[in-house]
């Protein structure tokens, strides 16, 4: 299991839900699961990544990426998944 945590940044207009997605991506770009999508308040958050694809099927060792998007602010990141 991995811990993937985020920040959703505050913005100019406060405390508004914003559109977010959090997409996990092997590294031929191909998504391998979507772990948030939906509306949040900036802050911190936490989630938990089981190492399945969306079907549940466990996925191999090796690098990922994960891509958080929100209404003007994106960031990609690598992750090391080791079983």
């Known amino acids: 299991r ?4 985020y ?4 913005n100019s207009t406060g405390l508004e839900q914003v559109p977010t997605s959090l997409v996990v991506y092997d ?3 191909k998504e391998v699961i979507r772990l948030v999508d ?3 308040l900036p802050g911190k958050y936490s989630i938990a990544w089981a190492g399945v694809n969306k079907n549940g099927n466990r996925v ?6 994960y891509s958080l998007r929100t209404g003007t602010f994106s960031d ?3 992750m090391i998944l080791l079983r």
């Not at 920040?7 to 505050?10: A, G, N, Q």
């Open 76 to 78: 990609t990141r690598r």
């Open 7 to 10: 920040d959703i940044p505050y």
């Open 38 to 40: 939906g509306n949040l």
């Open 60 to 65: 191999a060792s090796g690098i990922y990426f």
């Open 2 to 5: 991995t811990i993937i945590e």
């Open 27 to 29: 590294l031929l770009g």
